[in-house]
């Protein structure tokens, strides 16, 4: 059970002072919903506020407080943005401008001609003094004057700097002196503060010491636990499995092996053959050869007696998979079948029979394969795809649905840097496919201007007119109402007005039904282009597919534009990548798409990837791969990972493991990060 120190921090946020149901909706946006989330939301930047007497004393962008007097109010037509039009102490006017819920809160707090004290950041819209969203408005100047470190934290729709900052500091009242779990020599030439007295400290002001201090917590947590995981499945018994080869002697497969495959294969037969279970990661490039891999350790444990089963994080790729797999091991007479959430009545019980009976010998499907209802006679190999999407709770989990813990491949499409991979598979063996097969043909990569957009319009009519077909990836669904976003469904009807009924579209809010129509059109070839969103970043497989246009390219990362990239190129013949790039290029996102047209080593990209995000860049889109941490940002990782997993090692090793009074407080730090998979592991001990 959780220390009962820690149950203050686990409250729910709504047991703070000033939260009802109004404030929990946007708090819940954040993933603020306990009173640890909002003590660990720490703030983004911190900003140094001049007051001036009117705004003739300010500059453009320029963080102030000043004294307004409000005059108007404006609505804008439809959703349109609220504003106060105010005036200062010699007659300027600025409009405070609002949007959405916080229109609201603009007019209750800005009653007109009733002077108030605003801050926040002075702006120009055309001819017009502007403020969007005022950071505080108050009565008076009490508080709002000489505030020279305040912290800006991220928001959602609903909520206010204000509001925030206090419920932050509501939940670092009376925090805890918890037992220190840092190594002391190291805790003292690093010069880092105690836990509670660091975790206010980065809600004051620009703190190095104390934001490293908070990371290498969070890290050692996460390299603690997989450590924990990774000895325990060491002591566990699984079934160990001497495949005779007479399935794999059976295989025709179009290609021959790379030495980067048959090395892999080597050494997942030497795991499955021992005693413990085997936790193995393949890393491989886009069209490295992952599947043949699986299928070879798969067809190792049908012939040693056992069953495999291949998890998917989509319904696309499970059945992507499935078909790929038959087609490959056609000849074997191994049985192989589809298991998705959909799947019901006669057909999903004539498929639990066969998994319980052991006709079935591979099922592949999405989480549906390890629901309660599914029962397997004797499960002994699990392959998790696109493991990223899962978690090691998951991978703990598996263990429930055999007599003995099966064992465990996992792979990654996405080639992830070395100290990311220990950050996120400490637990795990890796394996690397760094060759690609003969023949594949490199993807010519060029950047385009989006202002080209009619000029890259016509080239794929000619490309369709040729019997090729092509894809088009946006970032999002639907505009947003505040950004210039390319939304899928807005370029889906501008392209099916120039092409008709040969555009299908594919994104994550469809119904499934639809969405496997779309992609069965497409795969069949009725269909000429695909306009999507990253939901195919992953396992879409059709090969006369040679042309991808990704729009707003620079909104994505380099791991992403790469999985991207690798859609295409399938076939044998020249495929190529356009990148549709805004006029609002930051030098990062240049150099990205540079290495971009530069390089196809995912690996070379997945370490460039790293440096950039490292530099501090927020990106727009979430990265496939992205690291498991809330507090420990791209460039911690990479500086305190290593001592964090050294400092885990000693501690079990040396320092007495959990039982020692550091290893007691290396539990307090568990149950505080959540590292619920280790917990669960230590209670024996």
Not at 274 to 299: E, Y
Not at 505 to 515: C, S
Request: glycine letters at 10%.
């Amino acid at each position: 059970m959780r220390p009962d120190v820690l149950n203050p921090l686990f409250a729910e946020s709504g047991t703070l002072k000033g939260v009802g149901p109004g404030l929990s909706r946007p708090l819940e946006k954040l993933g603020l919903t306990r009173v640890k989330d909002l003590a660990y939301h720490l703030p983004d930047r911190f900003v140094a506020r001049r007051a001036v007497a009117n705004l003739d004393e300010a500059g453009v962008g320029e963080q102030i407080v000043v004294a307004l007097t409000p005059r108007e109010y404006k609505q804008a037509a439809g959703r349109g943005p609220f504003r106060v039009m105010a005036e200062d102490a010699v007659g300027n006017y600025v409009a405070l401008t609002y949007f959405g819920r916080a229109s609201y809160s603009g007019k209750k707090q800005l009653p007109l001609g009733e002077k108030r004290w605003i801050a926040g950041r002075l702006d120009q819209y055309g001819q017009t003094w502007q403020m969007v969203h005022p950071d505080h408005v108050s009565e008076d100047s009490a508080g709002m004057v000489g505030q020279l470190n305040e912290p800006v934290y991220a928001l959602s729709d609903g909520l206010t700097q204000g509001r925030l900052q206090a419920l932050v500091h509501q939940s670092l009242e009376g925090l805890p002196e918890l037992p220190e779990w840092i190594e002391p020599g190291l805790a003292t030439k690093m010069g880092w503060p105690r836990w509670h007295e660091a975790l206010p400290l980065v809600h004051k002001a620009e703190n190095a010491l104390a934001r490293d201090r908070l990371a290498y917590d969070e890290l050692l947590a996460n390299s603690l636990a997989l450590l924990l995981v990774r000895e325990s499945n060491r002591a566990k018994k699984g079934t160990p499995l001497h495949g005779d080869g007479r399935l794999r002697a059976k295989l025709n497969l179009p290609f021959e092996l790379t030495g980067a495959q048959k090395r892999s294969i080597a050494e997942i037969e030497g795991d499955v053959a021992q005693g413990a279970p085997m936790l193995r990661l393949l890393q491989g490039d886009v069209g490295s050869g992952k599947t043949a891999v699986a299928l070879h350790a798969m067809l190792i444990a049908v012939e040693a007696g056992g069953q495999a089963a291949l998890l998917a994080p989509t319904e696309i790729l499970a059945r992507q998979h499935a078909e790929t797999l038959t087609r490959m091991a056609a000849g074997t007479g191994v049985t192989i079948t589809l298991l998705t959430g959909r799947d019901k009545g006669k057909a999903r019980e004539s498929i639990l029979m066969g998994l319980l009976d052991g006709s079935i010998d591979i099922c592949v499907g999405t989480h549906a394969i390890f629901q309660d209802s599914v029962a397997y006679r004797n499960l002994a190999l699990v392959v998790i795809d696109e493991q990223h999407r899962f978690g090691v709770g998951q991978r703990l989990m598996l263990s429930q649905k055999a007599k003995r813990t099966p064992h465990c491949l996992a792979m990654t499409a996405t080639p992830i840097p070395r100290t990311l991979t220990l950050a996120q598979y400490g637990e795990m063996d890796v394996s690397r496919l760094d060759e690609m097969p003969p023949g594949r043909q490199a993807i010519d990569t060029r950047v385009v201007a989006q202002d080209r957009l009619a000029d890259v319009i016509e080239g794929i009519g000619r490309h369709i007119a040729k019997g090729a077909q092509a894809y088009w990836v946006c970032p999002m669904v639907r505009e947003l109402e505040t950004a210039d976003i390319a939304a899928a469904e807005a370029r889906h009807a501008v392209l099916s007005e120039r092409f008709g009924d040969t555009v299908v579209m594919v994104h994550g809010q469809m119904r499934p039904e639809a969405k496997d129509a779309a992609m069965e059109r497409f795969s069949r070839g009725d269909a000429k282009l695909l306009v999507a969103t990253t939901v195919i970043e992953v396992g879409v497989d059709v090969p006369n597919a040679t042309l991808m246009v990704i729009e707003q390219a620079e909104r994505f990362g380099l791991a992403q534009l790469h999985q991207l990239r690798g859609r295409v190129g399938r076939g044998s013949q020249q495929s190529t990548c356009l990148l549709l790039r805004g006029d609002a290029l930051s030098e990062t996102g240049r150099e990205r798409l540079a290495l971009m047209r530069e390089t196809q080593d995912g690996f070379r990209l997945a370490e460039e990837d790293l440096r950039l995000r490292g530099g501090g860049e927020l990106l727009g889109t979430r990265q496939s791969g992205d690291t498991p941490f809330k507090v420990a940002d791209f460039e911690q990782i990479a500086r305190l990972l290593p001592l964090a997993h050294d400092d885990a090692r000693l501690l079990m090793e040396r320092d007495g493991g959990l039982s020692s009074p550091r290893g007691e407080a290396a539990r307090m730090l568990l149950y505080l990060f959540e590292r619920d998979w280790g917990v669960q592991l230590l209670r024996g001990g």
